[in-house]
Structures are given as structure tokens and as C-alpha cells.
């Protein structure tokens, strides 16, 4: 069993800063992707960024240069820091865990998601 425990959700104004973390636990092997997804109401969920295991990130066009992630393969703790946040980036933040290895399977975890809020 696989747990991803997201934290570091929350009520900030415009302008600040939220650093997330996703901590997977349980049995897991072989992680590739881990990455960070968001679900704003009455929109569909979207990538946010996401990071390989050698560390290469990719983002969305819209918080380029404003989010950082990073992950602690050592941990299998993945990382989203968040500056300059505005009130479009308000939603649901869910963690995603991807991996695997041929003829062990492979497998794609989410995170219950933290609820991020930004006031303007």
C-alpha cells in the first residue's frame, strides 16, 4: 500500500509565498515522475510541474518563473515552492507519484490533494 501525504496548503494573499510537500510512503520502487497537478472550481485539473527522476523539470506556461519544484529521491519527498502567487493560481493541489519497472509493474499515485487559497 502506497500513501502520498501531501502538506503545506493554506490561506495566503497575493504576492506570497506556499511551499508544498508530498511524502510517499508504503512499498514503492522505482519512481520516475513525481509531479504536482491543480483543480481550480469548476475547471478541469491541470499540470502544474512536474520533475524526472535525473531532476529535470518541466512547467505550466503559467507559473513559469514563479514555481520551483524539487524532489528528495532519498525521501521520495517531491516539493512544490510557490512565489509571486496570484488568485488564478487558487485550487486544489493534488501530488502524483509514476513509476515502475518491466515485469514488476507499473503504477500512477494521487495524493488527496491540499486546498490552496489566494486572497487579492
Known amino acids: 500500500q502506497v500513501q502520498l501525504v501531501e502538506s503545506g496548503g493554506g490561506l495566503v494573499q497575493a504576492g506570497g509565498s506556499l511551499r508544498l510537500s508530498c511524502a510517499a510512503s508504503g512499498t514503492i520502487f522505482s519512481i520516475n515522475t513525481m509531479g504536482w497537478s491543480r483543480q481550480a472550481p469548476g475547471k478541469q485539473r491541470e499540470l502544474v510541474a512536474r520533475?524526472?527522476?535525473?531532476?529535470?523539470?518541466n512547467y505550466a506556461d503559467s507559473v513559469k518563473g514563479r514555481f520551483t519544484i524539487s524532489r528528495d529521491n532519498a525521501k521520495n519527498t517531491v516539493y512544490l515552492q510557490m512565489n509571486s502567487l496570484k488568485a488564478e493560481d487558487t485550487g486544489v493541489y493534488y501530488c502524483?507519484?509514476?513509476?515502475?519497472?518491466?515485469?514488476?509493474?507499473?503504477?500512477?499515485?494521487w495524493g488527496q490533494g491540499t486546498q490552496v487559497t489566494i486572497s487579492s
Open positions: 520533475i524526472t527522476s535525473g531532476g529535470s523539470p
Open positions: 502524483n507519484v509514476a513509476g515502475g519497472a518491466p515485469g514488476l509493474g507499473w503504477y500512477d499515485y
